[in-house]
């Protein structure tokens, strides 16, 4: 079973409309990590946090620990956010990130 | 302009031959990373070093094989005992944790290797 869990695994909404993605972990972590990868493949690192919230432009990314969840919302979507969107969580010295699956965002003009 | 590199983007190969997968940073980064990406499915840990001169296996390094001779270089070479080797291939670097209490990975542009 993966450790990191995001939901929904794909996402097709029209141009403005509020995103939200999920991801949920099973075990205690340092960090947790919110990357987009767009088609070309390359990957940006968006988000790293491990508590509260975080925003940046029209994106915003939330933790709740003890719920071992976290969301990443955008705003005022636009077709150019149309990505990949993977969360990933980071567990202490080990320095590895174990990622999700990745959710498609799709955002139509 | 600091950030990682890889080479080349797409890559052939023949079946049962090795492939060297370059990587370079100049962010003056320690720890450098590679992953393995397939449909459907989460990044991968293939390999890490977290100095020169050091490296450990990640979940899934059978059949590959590694060096860092270089702060700056972390070569991945896929081996033919590797029995799916067609995917796309990421480099990563970071400033280790006890300098930044968590570490946030810079990522490549990745390559994608399909094997013939």
Redesign the interface.
Known sequence: KNEVEQSPQNLTAQEGEFITINCSYSVGISALHWLQQHPGGGIVSLFMLSSGKKKHGRLIATINIQEKHSSLHITASHPRDSAVYICAVSFGGAQKLVFGQGTRLTINP | DGGITQSPKYLFRKEGQNVTLSCEQNLNHD?MYWYRQDP??????IY?S?IVNDFQK?DIAEGYSVSREKKESFPLTVTSAQKNPTA?Y?C?S?I???FM??????????T?LTVL
Request: proline share 11%; aromatic share 18%; charged share 10%.
């Open positions: 720890a459907g499915q989460g990044l991968r840990l890490y977290q990640g796309f990421l990563a970071s280790p944790p006890v209490g968590y570490n946030e990975q810079f990522f490549g542009p990745g994608r």
